[in-house]
């Protein structure tokens, strides 16, 4: 691109967000203000036994079916498959049953209550198997047999020997890393509804991240073709990647419903029902062995990554690949050795959720890493800054960092700012004298932007820009891209960026919610690729309609003489005419209608992945982030409290510093969750802590002082060249506060959440 | 699951008239103050809705709050806002005023009550601690007359009252803080606010010429009701207040609860950390 930093006028501003107004003001629709008239309510039936045969289900004749209208796998017109990868999981039970909570059959009714009335009139007859529900039974079954486990993916990367390596090393450091499920917990539930189409198709509507995931996903299901099922996104409160995946499923019920009782069907889950059925982040058990010299050097990483996934493949191998690629991301090692697993559990398939595999295995890496360094009797900011990848080092996956990025610097920064090394001298490290117990950790990481591998080069996202009369009657452009908008910005941020690929003011663009009817694909809202990725394509597009826009002016108004769009106005750029982008465009659209552009994503040449051997350049470019976090305990109850946390984060091009801060700050706050609070265990078969009641998030009195800054590496291979920030935040606090807390008490805590009940059981068995 | 749009709702005028729908079985209803609880457990489908709810908030005979006898005289439908805010509580039971500061956020603080909180017989309900630590008496009445007791002989067990289907609790006698005495309040809960209780509770205490005079102190969430813990309590009356009496105050109070496993905590955290409270509510007295 040839474009140069000056161009910019709306990039790198903090300009408000543009669905700001509509939701202050509580005017923006969400899926459950949808008006649906005529419309019925949906209930999903489910299995009452965690794994089991369904050998029948019962419909008590003492209640009048006539009522109501009942979708059984008989009624489903295609294929009885959710069709994601694997293609494992039914719509409905009709043999197996995996889970408890697994759908058996749909019901809608002109109200909820005689839905749910309904539900309770059917029984179900199984026979019951026993089931596999925790991690801990998982990895105790893995470390003695791994064959006795319903194995979901299996994927290596291999790097170098690591014989070779642990030969060539003075000491070995082994460890252990343990983490259990989050839930996203996002604002507004899980909220669907289904309109039939006349045309015998359907229209859904609701509260979701990717429509273009919904709309293909259900083709074999409702057995129609892609253009009769159309998907629209509402306003959303929150997703987190918890509504990436799991809205197909909701969608299906609401859509198998209306296509049989002809009539509009929503599904909206109350909190209850949204922490019990919906998908949470994975799992995770990782052990580390990692060679090293006396001197300070790795010369081997071996690495298992073993995630629980659930009762069903959905998403896992994708979040288990993107997990082993960020297990032993950041720092350079000649021989390296990563075997992922995902194995079954008889519990709610788990799923997308910020970060998608990263967070876990960064909390291993980076607990990992100080042990390293407290073996060598090395400081954590020395070992990391002996180790730390540059440009021009590579990966485990063989991929050669060769644009300028983050690392090392964001590490070097932030040691800096934080004062890390004088600090981390007076920390307490359990002296039994002190009143409060200080310590100080650190962590430092990147995250792969955009889909893993090949993904992108694989979807090709598109993205079209339609030049018409706006709602205002004046022409204007409006964004056509699948991306959504679910707090992050996108409905902010790509205007931004195509009325600068434009030379329009903001005012002039718009970016509607999704709508398949309009949008080409750009792919799902997910893996911190709409910024880097679409943002890239939407400049490209909104360039090629300026091109287009100019040559018109040209040849209609300057007899030929280029123009140039400017700031909404057509300079003759060989004498001082000029005309308004509203008159131009009017007489354009009058003369030749609306016009639309399209731009497709292109990955550089020069990337090169083999998904078989996982060798390659795993990810376009990687953002990269250091987390120094600080810490008080209190030594009479072992209470935990963060103080501060000190960050430096490369995202590339700042497009809106004010909304990109807001997501690193937003994610630091859910990573505290994800560090000190929020657990949640399977108690019968079932989630434990399923109302906000019990699921324990952080507070405003909870989250700590911050310090966010930015150090700007640019994406090279598109403008305006910002990188990944969704996910980033979520990766590397939870392993700083875990290193703190090590430097506090003396003690390190290798499950999550960091709980002063772990803090003690740890001392106690010390003691012993 | 019964609605709650099909319950009778109950709105007497006076205490008398309420007190009237209570004596009879025919037209009795589940007597709701603030809501902060019943309502909660309604929505989740915990607790049925009652077909008739007799609604509290009207009677102007339980929102006292004044200093008689040498008590505060609370009424139970004072809610956790006011007893924060009180200057004759933050006076007279000051414990009792930060323990009503911790419970839930603003709005369940503006709607819940004392007599809700006492009432919904909680072993995590905030307030009962303070009271116990002051010797409280809860005062009640039925249409058969009123009578009062120690609230410690009012918390029977588990969700379980000294409470008759007819009678309405009406107040607390809450003994004022004598001079020269101290008390505190310490609550451990998952997060900063707006959490229940892991463990929490109250001292009230009073040291003479380096020994204990009076220690009171009461836990909650570490057995089937909030508790005094008497075997401690009588232990460390009449020790000199030093490292010696900490230590042995910790082990002993540990040994006297009995607390279970659940969502927020465990078993052992919660004996354990009870000692650890006791030792900082000494270490609090020692340091007046």
Partial sequence: ??????????????????????????????????????????????????????????????????????????????????????????????????????????????????????????????????????????????????????????????????????????????????????????????????????????????????????????????????????????????????????????????????????????????????????????????????????????????????????????????????????????????????????????????????????????????????????????????????????????????????????????????????????????????????????????????????????????????????????????????????????????????????????????????????????????????????????????????????TLLETYASETYFGGAPAELVDGRFRNRYTTDTQSFDAVARRLIQERGPQRVYNQFQLPPTIKWDQKTFRGDSYPSYSWGCNVAEVEIDPLTLELKVTKITSVWDIGRLINPVLAKGQIEGGLVQALGYAVMEKIGIKDGLYDASRMQTYVVPTALDVPDMIVEFIEYPYTHGAPGAKGVGEIPMDGLAPAIANAVEAATGHRITDLPITPEKLLASRELQAT | MKNLEESIFLEPATLAEALRFQADEATRGLPLAGGTDLMVQWEAGVRMAPSRVLNLKGLAELHGLSVAGGSLVIGAGVTHAMLRRSPLVRQHAPSLAEAAATVGGAQIQALGTIGGSIGNASPAGDLAPSLLVAHADVEVASVRGARRLALSKFLVGYRKLDLAPDELILRFHVPVLPAGASETWRKLGPRAAQAISKVMGSYRGRVENGHIADFAVALGSVAPTAIRLPQTEAWLRGRALNADTLDGAEQRASAEVTPIADIRSTAEYRRWVSGRLVRGFLEHLASL
């Fill in chain 1, 1 to 546: 691109m040839s474009t140069t930093v000056s161009a910019y006028r709306h990039v790198g501003q903090g300009l408000p967000r543009l669905d700001g107004d509509e939701k202050v003001r509580g005017l923006a629709a969400y899926a459950d203000d949808i008006p649906v008239p005529d419309g019925w309510y949906g209930h999903v039936v489910r299995s009452p036994v965690s794994r089991g045969r369904l050998k029948k289900l019962v419909f008590d004749p003492a209640f009048d079916w006539s009522r109501v209208c009942v979708v059984t796998p008989a009624d489903i017109p295609g294929e009885n498959i959710v069709d994601m990868i694997g293609r494992d999981m039914p719509f409905l039970a009709h043999d197996w049953i995996q889970y408890k909570g697994e759908p058996l059959a749909l019901i809608a009714a002109p109200t909820r209550a005689l839905a749910r009335e309904a539900g309770s009139f059917v029984r179900a007859e199984i026979e019951e198997h026993p089931p596999l529900l925790t991690l801990r039974d998982m990895i105790a079954e893995y470390k003695r047999d791994p064959s006795a486990l319903h194995q979901l993916a299996a994927q290596t990367i291999s790097k170098g020997s690591v014989e070779q390596g642990f030969a060539a090393a003075d000491l070995v450091v082994e460890g252990e890393y343990w983490a259990g499920h989050q839930e996203q917990l996002y604002i507004e539930p899980q909220g669907m509804v289904a309109f039939p189409e006349p045309d015998g198709g359907v229209f859904i509507q609701g509260s979701l991240q990717c429509p273009y995931y919904i709309a293909p996903e259900l083709i074999v299901t409702l057995n129609l073709p892609l253009e009769k099922i159309r998907v629209k996104q509402t306003a959303v409160g929150g997703a987190f990647g918890g509504k990436e995946e799991f809205p197909t499923l909701i969608a299906g019920y609401c859509a198998l419903l209306a296509l049989k009782c002809r009539k509009p069907v929503k599904i909206i889950y109350d909190r209850h029902q949204d922490i019990l059925y919906t998908t949470k982040r994975h799992p995770v058990w990782v052990r580390h062995r990692t060679g090293l010299t006396r001197d300070g050097a790795i010369t081997a990483m071996q690495v298992d990554f073993v995630l629980d996934g659930g009762a069903y493949t959905t998403l896992s191998p994708v979040v288990m690949y993107r997990g082993i690629l960020h297990t032993t991301l950041g720092y350079k090692c000649p021989h390296v050795f990563v075997d992922g697993h995902v194995y079954r559990t008889n519990t709610f398939p788990n799923g997308a959720f910020r970060g998608f595999g990263a967070p876990q295995a960064i909390w291993a890496l980076e607990s990992h890493i100080d042990r390293c360094a407290s073996a060598l009797g090395m400081t954590p900011e020395g070992f990391r800054l002996r180790n730390a990848l540059h440009l021009g080092d590579a990966t485990a996956t063989g991929q050669v960092l060769s644009e300028p990025m983050g690392t090392p610097d964001v590490l070097e920064k932030t040691l800096a700012r934080s004062d890390f090394t004088r600090k981390r001298a007076r920390c307490s490290r359990g002296d039994p004298s002190a009143k409060k117990w200080y310590g100080i950790g650190l962590a430092f990481f990147g995250h792969g932007s955009g889909f893993t591998g090949d993904g992108e080069s694989r979807l090709k996202a598109k993205a079209a820009l339609d030049l018409e009369l706006l709602d205002d009657g004046a022409p204007g452009v409006n964004i056509r891209i699948s991306s959504t908008e679910m707090g992050q910005g996108t409905f902010t941020i790509m205007p931004q960026i195509a009325a600068d690929g434009l030379g329009l003011p903001m005012a002039r663009v718009r970016c509607p919610h999704p709508d398949t009817k309009y949008v080409p694909d750009s792919g799902p809202t997910v893996a911190s690729r709409t910024t880097m990725v679409v943002g890239s394509t939407v400049f490209g597009a909104a360039q090629k309609l300026k």
